[in-house]
């Protein structure tokens, strides 16, 4: 994949200078033993933090190093000024935890009260209004800091992705998907770039990528992905002269950012003067982990490109769609545990990946834009989706939304794409989440006010969005929440 970040965690041990210095130093070294038995390999500066000093000199050490993430370990009680001053002049997400006592026979001149510490930081860095992650567990022996620093590094490639992303949106937003629209100063708090461009500068962009050298290859790689499904031949060179232009815009107009997510607008001029739909190149990008959102969705596609960091794996943005009817349920067992109001179908006309549809998936047409456009007759303009149902497995559908008011918000809930057939069109699949029906009344309804769209990712990787998006916006995010407690404006004599 590109268009990710590349982690590279450091780590400093610090140490409280009423304390033996040397007791951090081994308790560092046994860590990153443990760390890089699991294959995690992390960046030290031999400077160990005692004072103002050493903190200047480990940052600076540190960065020089090539370290863009950052674990603070307390080694003992540790010095809580210079460690925030340390974490203050870092650049990167940071993460504290402490040394747990390992030795009952050695609890005089080898006890460290990292446990005590931890208090007087947290408090410290409180005070400073500056913001890290805090494990579940802060405290702890390597084995289990080793669990806690590989959950960071997934956090923190969300937290770099966003920091240095930039979002380019192509036309305004449609008066029907108002929905989707939202003010952008919330990005611009979380540190996202947008830049915004007309739908006439995307088709000057596309005219001028006719005679781009690399068309005929992304045609030909086109033909071999699609096998069997190539099943308009005549169209794909269309595709990839436009996969091109993305891609080359992209690449000339990262400015001071290092990423790129699309936003465009791809209906109903856009058939009419461009010739096709745009959902089988979004598929493609989106693979290689470029996200492209529908409809203008910034926000949407800042939610998959922060669904595709967390899951370390390909995302796509789907409608939460509608309904399933209850005769396509055949017996109990094919709800794989899961109650009838927790399905709904998720949707879109067909720019999820290859490889997150069943084998069996083709180029078609968009069947609503045709009714709209060409009235159903044979399709001219309206061909180019990918069109397919999704893979049987594990996700997690996630959303970042910026509200009127400029606050963030956002969601998380896990499930699975069950093994149903959906029998409809489209990129679309069965997808079961637990307790949906409160959490779609209470939550997307009236809790947040979310949009249709909703970033999925594919596998369960609601931990890492949970930790990331309270670092990254000092917010929880909403999940689905037990039977037994009620969501905020639910009524409790319905439920009596």
């Known amino acids: 994949m590109i268009n990710v970040p590349d982690v590279k965690l450091g780590i400093v041990v610090v140490s409280r200078d009423c304390f033996p210095i040397e007791l951090s130093r081994k308790r560092l070294v046994k860590l990153l033993q443990v760390t890089k038995k699991a294959g995690i390999n992390m960046i030290h500066t031999e400077t160990i933090v005692e004072n103002e000093s050493d903190a200047l000199k480990a940052s600076a050490d540190l960065y020089e190093k090539g370290a863009n993430a950052l674990v603070v370990y307390l080694g003992n009680f540790g010095p809580e000024g210079p460690t925030s001053i340390m974490i203050e002049k870092f650049h990167g997400p940071v993460m504290i935890c402490a040394a747990a006592e390992e030795d009952g026979e050695n609890l005089i001149a080898g006890r460290g009260d990292a446990f005590c510490g931890m208090l007087n930081l947290s408090y410290n860095l409180s005070l400073k209004k500056l913001r890290v992650h805090i494990p579940e567990k802060p405290v702890a022996l390597p084995e289990s800091l080793m669990h806690e620093i590989a959950h960071f590094k997934k956090i923190a490639a969300a937290v770099i992705g966003v920091k240095k992303l930039k979002v380019i949106g192509f036309g305004p937003r449609p008066q029907d998907f108002y929905a989707c629209n939202a003010p952008i100063k919330p990005l611009y708090d979380l540190g996202i770039e947008v830049m915004e461009n007309s739908e006439l500068d995307l088709l000057e962009i596309y005219k001028s990528a006719e005679n781009n050298s690399d068309v005929k290859e992304i045609t030909k790689e086109m033909e071999n992905e699609l096998g069997k499904g190539n099943t308009y031949p005549d169209l ?51 693979s290689k982990g470029i996200p492209v959102a529908c409809e203008v969705d910034i926000y949407g596609a800042v939610s998959e490109y922060i669904a595709q960091l967390a899951s370390g794996g390909t995302a796509t943005i789907l409608d939460i769609n509608n309904t399933v009817p209850p005769n396509m349920i055949k017996n109990a067992k094919s709800l794989e545990g899961f109650d009838f109001s927790d399905l709904f179908m998720g949707f879109h006309c067909g720019n999820t990946p290859k490889c997150c549809i069943r084998k069996d998936c083709s180029i078609k047409y968009q069947l609503i834009m045709n009714r709209l456009m060409e009235s159903g007759r044979e399709p001219d303009i309206t061909r180019g989706t990918l069109e397919g149902y999704l893979k049987p497995g594990d996700v997690t559908m996630f959303r970042l939304q910026g509200t009127a008011s400029c606050e963030i918000r956002s969601y998380a809930a896990e499930g699975k794409v ?17 307790g949906l029906s409160r959490f779609y009344r209470h939550v997307l309804i009236s809790g947040g006010n979310f949009p ?41 004599f319905m439920r009596s």
């Not at 209906?267 to 003067?273: I, L, N, T």
């Not at 069950?418 to 637990?434: D, R, T, W």
């Not at 909703?454 to 990787?461: D, K, M, P, Q, V």
């Open 452 to 492: 249709h769209h909703t970033a999925i990712a594919f596998n369960h990787s609601g931990s890492v969005l949970f930790d990331a998006v309270k670092l990254l916006a000092g917010m929880n995010l909403s999940s689905p929440i037990t039977e037994k407690n009620l969501y905020s404006g639910e009524n409790p």
């Open 418 to 434: 069950l093994n149903l057939e959906p029998n409809s069109f489209g990129s679309i699949g069965v997808i079961a989440i637990k």
């Open 236 to 286: 794909l060179k269309k595709l990839a002269q436009y996969e091109s232009a993305l891609l080359k815009f992209m690449n000339d107009n990262k400015g001071s950012r290092k990423y790129i997510a699309f936003a465009g607008k791809c209906w109903p001029a856009f058939e009419r003067a461009f010739g096709f739909v745009p959902c089988y190149v979004n598929s493609r990008l989106a």
